[in-house]
Structure formats: structure tokens, C-alpha cells
């Protein structure tokens, strides 16, 4: 590595230390508590592989629970008019994402689909919709929970007519644990306005949000 990429990263690590900090994250607390998990499981914090886990895992925390110091307004009330005489369905489909289950701090990790019916033509550009779903996964999360949050915060923000939100991921709290067959995944879904009323409309959403492309 050049001396140049050197400076750099060490630049990155301090605004990293910055921003986690300017975000309310208290890192040496997390470290504090990650050193005592360490001595609590029977291992020594101060060997070599795990001297610098505790600064590590606070920084990747501040990181992975980003979201809870966000507001997905700030990312949809930038919505632009679409000219057009009717409002069509808009569809964002294969949205990735990774959460922390809120009951085991594990990661759970899919694909978010969402299908909006616009009112007047407002719609928003579609990595608004991408930072959305951040901004909810970002956070101790229940995949219930995260699906409802992305729909609610379509229907409000938006102001859509309609809403449809599926959320298909995986759990490596039950996969690791031993208690799920391998590939099984979670579905939930989400609707408002329109698709929670309208029951034709709600399986088109679905039909339209099926899963594709693979097997
Ligand atoms: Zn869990």
C-alpha cells in the first residue's frame, strides 16, 4: 500500500469516528461492552486476533444501526410531478437490503419489492425508494416491523394512493441456530390505501411482484 493510501484510510477511519459520534453513537461504550462479551464467553480480549475486535465491531455497529439517526422524509419529500393523465403503477422490484433481527442482534438480509399508485403524478426517483428501505433496515429490526415502516412511510410521504410492499429475506438467526432448513426464507407483506381495499388490485400487486428470474 502507498504511504498516499495510507493517510487516506486513517483519514477515513477518523471521520468515522467523527460521524458516529455526530450521529449520538457512544463507540467506547460499545467497545466496553463488546471486551466484556469477550471475557464473559472465556476468551482473552487481549490476544492477539481480538485486540482491536471491540473497536472494530463499535465502529461496524455505528455503521449497521445507521438508521436509527435518519428519517426517511428526507429522502422522499423530493418528489417530482409526472406529467401524465393517469396514475400508473410504479414498480421497484429486487431492492436489497441486510437488517439486525432485533431479538438476537443478527443479520437478516433479502430483497424489498415495492409497488406504488401515485396521486396527481407524484412520484420519486428510485434510489429515494432504495434509501428508504435503508433507512428502516438500518436499525434492531423485525422483518413485521420493516416491511410496515416502508409501506407507511410510501403511503405518507408520498402520499400514493396505493401501496404494496413484499419482503423476502433470510434469517441467520434461525439459520445458524440450527432451527431452519437451509433457503428458507421469510415472506411478509405490506398494504395500504388502494391494495388494502381493493382485493383485484392487491393480487396484481402480487402477481406483478412475484419472485423471477431464478429457478
Ligand atoms: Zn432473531
Known amino acids: 500500500m502507498s504511504p498516499l493510501a495510507l493517510v487516506r484510510k486513517t483519514d477515513d477511519v477518523e471521520s468515522t469516528h467523527e460521524d458516529a459520534a455526530e450521529a449520538g453513537f457512544d463507540l467506547p461504550r460499545i467497545e466496553r461492552a463488546v471486551r466484556e462479551i469477550l471475557f464473559a464467553v472465556g476468551e482473552n480480549p487481549d490476544r492477539d486476533g481480538l485486540r482491536d475486535t471491540p473497536r472494530r465491531v463499535a465502529r461496524a455497529y455505528a455503521e449497521l444501526l445507521g438508521g436509527l439517526r435518519q428519517d426517511a422524509e428526507t429522502h422522499l419529500r423530493r418528489v417530482f410531478e409526472h406529467r401524465s393523465d393517469r396514475d400508473d403503477l410504479v414498480l421497484v422490484r429486487d431492492i436489497e437490503f441486510s437488517s439486525m433481527c432485533e431479538h438476537h442482534l443478527l443479520p437478516f438480509y433479502g430483497t424489498v419489492d415495492v409497488a406504488y399508485l401515485p ?41 400514493a394512493r ?28 405490506g398494504f395500504r390505501g388502494e391494495f388494502d381495499r381493493n382485493r383485484a388490485l392487491r393480487s396484481e400487486a402480487l402477481s406483478l411482484l412475484r419472485p423471477h428470474g431464478g429457478a
Do not use: Y
Open 119 to 159: 396521486d396527481k403524478g407524484q412520484v420519486v426517483g428510485l434510489s429515494k425508494i432504495a434509501r428508504t428501505v435503508d433507512v428502516f433496515a438500518k436499525r434492531p429490526q423485525l422483518q413485521e416491523r420493516l416491511t410496515a415502516d416502508i409501506a407507511d412511510a410510501i403511503a405518507g410521504h408520498l402520499q
Open 162 to 189: 396505493g401501496v404494496a410492499v413484499v419482503v423476502r429475506a433470510e434469517h441467520l438467526c434461525l439459520r445458524m441456530r440450527g432451527a431452519s432448513k437451509r433457503g428458507a426464507d421469510m415472506v411478509t407483506t
